[in-house]
Protein backbone atom coordinates (compact mmCIF):
# COMPACT_ATOMS: atom_id res chain seq x y z
CA UNK A 1 0.00 0.00 0.00
CA UNK A 2 1.37 3.53 -1.16
CA UNK A 3 -0.36 6.49 0.46
CA UNK A 4 -0.35 10.15 -0.45
CA UNK A 5 -1.31 12.98 2.17
CA UNK A 6 -3.02 16.00 0.65
CA UNK A 7 -5.10 19.14 2.00
CA UNK A 8 -2.41 21.03 4.12
CA UNK A 9 -1.96 24.42 4.62
CA UNK A 10 -2.11 27.80 6.25
CA UNK A 11 -5.50 28.60 8.50
CA UNK A 12 -6.36 30.68 10.58
CA UNK A 13 -7.72 29.83 14.35
CA UNK A 14 -11.31 29.42 14.30
CA UNK A 15 -10.65 27.69 10.34
CA UNK A 16 -11.46 24.14 8.96
CA UNK A 17 -9.49 21.98 6.59
CA UNK A 18 -9.58 18.77 5.30
CA UNK A 19 -7.05 16.47 4.31
CA UNK A 20 -7.20 13.31 2.12
CA UNK A 21 -4.77 10.27 1.99
CA UNK A 22 -5.17 8.36 -1.20
CA UNK A 23 -3.90 4.65 -0.93
CA UNK A 24 -2.86 2.27 -4.10
CA UNK A 25 -3.74 -0.75 -3.79
CA UNK A 26 -6.26 -3.22 -4.11
CA UNK A 27 -6.68 -4.22 -0.64
CA UNK A 28 -7.00 -0.71 0.68
CA UNK A 29 -10.55 -1.96 1.90
CA UNK A 30 -9.28 -4.04 4.10
CA UNK A 31 -6.85 -1.59 6.29
CA UNK A 32 -7.46 0.28 9.00
CA UNK A 33 -6.25 3.53 8.76
CA UNK A 34 -4.58 6.46 10.98
CA UNK A 35 -3.89 10.06 10.82
CA UNK A 36 -1.14 11.14 13.61
CA UNK A 37 0.71 14.26 13.43
CA UNK A 38 3.87 15.84 14.77
CA UNK A 39 4.42 19.12 15.88
CA UNK A 40 8.13 20.20 15.40
CA UNK A 41 10.67 19.14 18.02
CA UNK A 42 7.86 16.87 19.46
CA UNK A 43 7.22 13.26 19.02
CA UNK A 44 4.40 11.62 16.77
CA UNK A 45 1.02 11.95 18.58
CA UNK A 46 -1.86 9.98 17.35
CA UNK A 47 -4.82 12.24 16.35
CA UNK A 48 -7.58 9.08 14.67
CA UNK A 49 -8.00 6.15 13.47
CA UNK A 50 -11.23 4.33 11.57
CA UNK A 51 -11.65 0.70 11.05
CA UNK A 52 -11.12 -1.08 8.06
CA UNK A 53 -14.94 -1.41 7.22
CA UNK A 54 -15.59 2.12 8.68
CA UNK A 55 -17.87 1.42 11.06
CA UNK A 56 -15.56 2.07 14.26
CA UNK A 57 -13.57 5.32 14.79
CA UNK A 58 -11.59 6.92 17.57
CA UNK A 59 -9.78 10.14 18.47
CA UNK A 60 -7.14 11.78 20.59
CA UNK A 61 -9.28 13.30 23.36
CA UNK A 62 -7.38 16.88 21.96
CA UNK A 63 -9.29 16.43 18.81
CA UNK A 64 -12.50 14.65 19.90
CA UNK A 65 -15.64 16.87 18.54
CA UNK A 66 -13.64 18.81 16.71
CA UNK A 67 -12.24 16.47 13.78
CA UNK A 68 -13.79 13.60 12.14
CA UNK A 69 -12.19 10.82 10.35
CA UNK A 70 -13.89 8.91 7.49
CA UNK A 71 -12.84 6.75 4.42
CA UNK A 72 -14.68 5.86 1.31
CA UNK A 73 -13.23 2.41 0.05
CA UNK A 74 -14.22 3.22 -3.58
CA UNK A 75 -11.78 5.84 -4.06
CA UNK A 76 -9.18 4.02 -2.01
CA UNK A 77 -9.09 7.60 0.01
CA UNK A 78 -9.12 8.51 3.76
CA UNK A 79 -10.32 11.96 5.14
CA UNK A 80 -9.81 13.94 8.05
CA UNK A 81 -11.86 16.94 8.39
CA UNK A 82 -10.25 19.12 10.99
CA UNK A 83 -13.07 22.15 12.02
CA UNK A 84 -12.27 24.79 14.84
CA UNK A 85 -8.68 24.89 14.52
CA UNK A 86 -6.34 26.06 17.08
CA UNK A 87 -2.77 26.85 16.82
CA UNK A 88 -1.45 23.91 18.50
CA UNK A 89 -3.11 21.91 16.26
CA UNK A 90 -0.04 23.26 14.06
CA UNK A 91 1.79 20.15 12.51
CA UNK A 92 2.62 17.80 9.97
CA UNK A 93 0.15 15.41 9.59
CA UNK A 94 0.59 11.47 8.74
CA UNK A 95 -1.32 8.63 7.48
CA UNK A 96 -1.07 5.45 8.04
CA UNK A 97 -2.66 2.11 7.28
CA UNK A 98 -2.41 -1.02 9.86
CA UNK A 99 -0.01 -3.83 9.32
CA UNK A 100 -2.59 -6.13 9.46
CA UNK A 101 -5.92 -6.54 7.93
CA UNK A 102 -9.73 -6.79 9.53
CA UNK A 103 -8.85 -4.85 12.40
CA UNK A 104 -10.34 -1.58 14.53
CA UNK A 105 -7.42 0.54 14.31
CA UNK A 106 -4.80 1.18 16.96
CA UNK A 107 -3.56 4.54 18.53
CA UNK A 108 0.25 3.18 18.29
CA UNK A 109 2.33 4.25 16.00
CA UNK A 110 4.17 0.92 15.82
CA UNK A 111 0.66 -1.24 14.55
CA UNK A 112 0.90 1.07 11.26
CA UNK A 113 3.37 -0.61 8.60
CA UNK A 114 2.84 2.06 5.74
CA UNK A 115 2.91 5.58 6.15
CA UNK A 116 2.52 8.64 3.89
CA UNK A 117 4.86 11.73 3.28
CA UNK A 118 3.33 13.86 5.38
CA UNK A 119 0.94 17.21 4.92
CA UNK A 120 1.43 20.73 6.67
CA UNK A 121 -1.04 22.20 8.68
CA UNK A 122 -0.37 25.57 9.79
CA UNK A 123 -2.52 27.04 12.17
CA UNK A 124 -2.44 31.09 13.16
CA UNK A 125 -3.38 32.98 16.47
Known amino acids: VQLQASGGGLVQAGGSLRLSCAAS????????MGWFRQASGKEREFVAT????????YYADSVKGRFTISRDNAKNTVYLQMNSLKPEDTAVYYC???????????????????WGQGTQVTVSS
Open 96 to 114: AADRRTYRTGSTAPREYEY
Open 50 to 57: ISWSGRST
Open 25 to 32: GRTFSTYA
